[in-house]
């Protein structure tokens, strides 16, 4: 069994009450027994991509477990960089390939800077098949975008989510490695399909958007109160299963039965 956590949308705004979530969150995940082999995050890791935020962001997502993120359309590429891979700054995208155990996690990165939708790009499609090549053929794959490629029934994600992703699905349905998508994005939990695979999308730590029948366009469109969220992934005998949890910002985070 493997298990590896999905935390989404932190926007982190130098702020205390997104970052108090986020560190709320992590101490969560590295309490569980067993505790995930990975923590993916997927995508607006900030809120406006500011160097300072950045720095906000790695102290309040700091843990002892292998932790991979995404950028979102909130984010800079750039900053990323230089904060999270250790690189210099560059505009290029910014896809990563992880081993997680016998699973192969592919990070692609569907944003366009300065836009608010997604697209991936020929060289991130390229690069993705470059990948799937190298996996091994009897290993699991997890693909994990800010981006989600299917309506979702939201008037807001479903006009900013990924364009084109025809293109996608033809891959994702053509490699029976490949056992799901991961997402964020929309700042909700839902499950739906995608190429005949699940497409999961995580909820957000820092607030909830609602979809078309929720929504009171225009003055209310995220719901600060709930509690922040994440997605567990079980991936056992090339099975995914998912798990939605809420995390209690009051009192204390019991993880174990006493």
């Known amino acids: 069994m493997i298990l590896v956590a999905q935390v989404s949308d932190t926007h982190l705004d130098l702020g205390t009450r997104n970052a108090e979530r986020v560190t709320r969150v992590m101490e969560f995940l590295g309490g569980l027994t067993p505790r995930p082999l990975a923590v993916l995050h997927t995508g607006d890791v900030t809120d406006s991509g500011k160097t300072e935020q950045y720095a906000q962001a790695h102290a309040a997502l700091a ?41 192969t996690v592919a990070m692609l990165d569907s944003t366009i800077p300065g836009e608010p939708g997604g697209v991936l790009t020929d060289a991130t499609f390229e690069w993705l098949r470059e990948t799937l090549a190298e996996a091994p053929a009897d290993s699991p794959v997890l693909l994990a975008m800010h981006h989600p490629p299917a309506r979702l029934f939201s008037p807001i994600v479903d006009e900013i989510a990924l364009a084109d992703p025809d293109h996608l699905a033809d891959l994702v349905a053509g490699d029976e490695r490949i056992i ?79």
């Open 63 to 103: 843990t002892d477990l292998p932790l991979y993120l995404t950028p979102g359309n909130h984010d800079d590429r750039a900053h990323f960089r230089t904060t999270f891979l250790d690189e210099s700054p560059s505009d290029a995208p910014i896809n990563q390939v992880h081993k997680v155990g016998d699973l």
């Open 180 to 258: 799901g998508v991961l997402t964020g994005h929309a700042h909700a939990a839902a499950v739906t399909t995608f190429a005949g695979k699940p497409l999961l999308v995580g909820p957000s730590t820092a607030s909830v958007l609602g979809g078309e029948w929720e929504l009171r366009l225009p003055d209310r469109v995220m719901d600060y109160a709930p509690d922040p969220a994440v997605a567990l992934h079980v991936i056992d005998n090339g099975r995914l299963t998912t798990h939605f949890r809420t995390v209690p910002m009051g009192g204390r985070i019991d993880v174990q039965p006493d």
